[in-house]
């Protein structure tokens, strides 16, 4: 919820700017025709940095873009809670996998607000699909000695000494098809005619063909829904 309350006084105040400073200069034209940018994402169903993404636009006419991207994103499920084990380490309390998303994605973009040449925000909607590769990874616990995935059923908290690592089961992940989608603000500050930097805000849904199982002991769902808000810089030329 803080993430949702900080990112509408974000929106509120950038807006603000925009306009005003939307009527008192002109407006900058947009002398580029292709950008290229790196974003990092936080989500309201993944962690701090719960993705990255790239992105390559192109110009179109009337203040238009076409994107194509991938994104990389982590999904945590909403019952997750982090433990402290009798060594120091931590694990996370009856998580059995991951769910890891590939998405490569195709977009539009519309300019509503050009940046003045000193100063204001480039304000622009943003929608973007594509399919979802969903990696259920298993999670795996250090039993000291030995690494296993983590089954509620079996592993009592007290033998757990803590997670094996992020990568640990990576290569025996499932794949499950999936489709996402988005919609966004962007708002683009400071940016020049060959560099770029904004903040993207807006809210996505992904669904895949079945249940993923992060937690086998909780109510398990094929489909995720999430605000967003991301940072994302580039080059234009």
């Known amino acids: ?31 580029y025709t292709v950008e290229n940018v790196f974003g990092v994402k936080n989500a309201t169903n993944g962690g701090l940095i719960s993705g990255v993404y790239f992105r390559h636009s192109r110009m179109l006419p009337n203040d238009n873009l076409m994107h194509l991207g ?24 009856g998580k059995s996998n991951y769910l890891i998303s590939i998405r490569p994605t195709y977009g539009r973009e519309k300019i509503f607000f050009k940046k003045a040449p000193q100063q204001g925000v480039r304000i622009s909607g943003m929608v973007a699909a594509g399919p979802s590769f969903g990696l259920e990874a298993p999670y795996y616990i250090d ?11 079996r592993h009592g908290r007290n033998e757990i000494v803590g997670n094996a690592g992020p990568f640990r089961g990576l290569f025996e992940s499932q794949i499950v098809l999936g489709g996402f989608f988005k919609a966004s603000l962007t708002f683009e500050t400071n940016s020049t005619k060959n560099k770029v930097f904004g903040i993207e805000a807006g809210f996505q849904i992904e669904a895949f063909t079945r249940d993923i199982e992060i937690i086998p002991v909780a109510s398990n769902r094929s489909t995720y829904t999430a605000a967003f808000i991301a940072l994302y810089f580039g080059k234009r030329k």
């Not at 991938?70 to 309390?93: D, Q």
């Not at 039993?143 to 059923?153: F, I, T, V």
């Open 1 to 31: 919820m803080r993430l949702l309350y900080s990112s509408l006084v974000i929106l509120i105040f950038i807006c603000s700017s925009s306009i005003v400073s939307a009527q008192t200069s002109a407006y900058l034209d947009e002398e």
């Open 70 to 93: 991938i994104e990389l994103s982590n999904t945590k499920h909403p019952r997750e809670t982090r433990e402290t084990t009798f060594t120091g380490s931590n694990f996370i309390f």
């Open 143 to 153: 039993l000291g000695g030995r690494s296993e995935q983590y089954d509620p059923a």
